[in-house]
């Protein structure tokens, strides 16, 4: 094999395991549940506490996540009887141990940002240069 290919490892799941981990990850790993779960780290939030805190989520996707959340047992919604009506949001057990690993890629996120915003650059000033080199003209006879 050439020096440009490497093997990759391969992890010994079945299909069906492969599908239950992307479909959990699709879920944990979804930019508002990460931002709402983060919020409700801080403890029981009313809906428009939330809406506040997530900064630029829109009410609809507020309502999905809060909802996604809920059907996969991360959230409680509790409902008071009152007037106007009251429902706070907080996270269940389930939800609470999400915490750790999400503040552990909130803590590599912070550190590498530097990083990767200089790759960023690195690899646009490429581009461009690439885009500004001459198309090579070759000639076949």
């Given amino acids: 094999m050439s ?26 790993g979804d930019k508002w549940t990460v931002m709402v779960v983060g919020a409700l780290s801080q ?13 630029g989520i829109s009410q609809r996707m507020l309502t999905l996540t809060l909802k996604g959340l809920e059907q996969d047992g991360l959230v409680e919604r509790t409902m008071y009887p009152t007037i ?11 939800g609470r141990m999400l915490i750790v690993p999400l503040q552990a890629l909130y803590d590599w996120a912070l550190e590498h940002r530097p990083a990767m915003l200089a790759a ?10 690439a885009a500004l080199r001459p198309a090579s003209i070759s000639t076949s006879k």
Avoid: W
């Fill in 3 to 28: 020096d440009t290919h490497t093997f990759v490892r391969t992890i010994d799941a079945s299909h069906d395991e492969c599908r239950a981990v992307a479909d959990t990850l699709a879920r944990i």
């Fill in 43 to 55: 403890g029981p939030m009313r809906y428009n506490q939330i809406g506040r805190v997530v900064e």
């Fill in 84 to 94: 106007p009506p009251r429902v706070d949001y907080e996270l269940t057990e389930l």
């Fill in 120 to 129: 960023r650059e690195k690899f646009a000033e490429r581009e461009l240069r």
